[in-house]
């Protein structure tokens, strides 16, 4: 089998689309959860620790020198907390959904099972119509 078929049967296969619709979406959605974190979350939090700014939380190692045009070497780890949050919530987000997927999926396979009769109803109707035809 040549790569280019080999590839394109791959491509094709439907969770390679699945997968690339989810990458899609998921980047779309973690740019909505960054904005509850940056523009709702964090601002509140602010206000709760006294005006903390968490982006602004840094470490500096070595200070700016701007006569040798030297720049600030520092640990940024108010990013740090601040991608924590967006992790968490989106982490949260994504269990919600999961889980009320499954729930939804449990629901729909019990209705199918309740109208799907068993093997031994299947048999005995059987059976009922051939007596029936004698």
């Known amino acids: 089998m040549s790569f280019v078929k080999e590839f394109k049967e791959f491509a094709m296969k439907g969770n390679v689309v699945d997968m690339a619709v989810g990458v ?6 973690g740019k909505i959860v960054t904005s509850l ?13 006294g005006g903390v700014n968490f982006k602004e939380l840094k470490y500096v ?23 924590v949050f967006d992790f968490l919530i989106i982490a949260l987000c994504i269990f919600t959904m999961i889980k009320a997927m499954n729930s939804l999926k449990k629901t729909k396979q019990e209705e199918v099972a309740e109208d799907t009769p068993s ?7 059987e059976i009922r119509d051939l007596l029936k035809n004698k």
């Open 61 to 83: 190692i070595s200070p700016a020198i701007p006569e040798k045009e030297i720049a600030e070497v520092a640990v940024n780890y108010g990013n740090f907390i601040q991608n």
């Open 24 to 29: 899609i979406i998921g980047g779309a959605f």
């Open 119 to 125: 093997n031994e109803e299947l048999l005995l109707t």
């Open 37 to 49: 974190v940056n523009d709702i979350i964090m601002p509140l939090i602010s206000v709760i620790t």
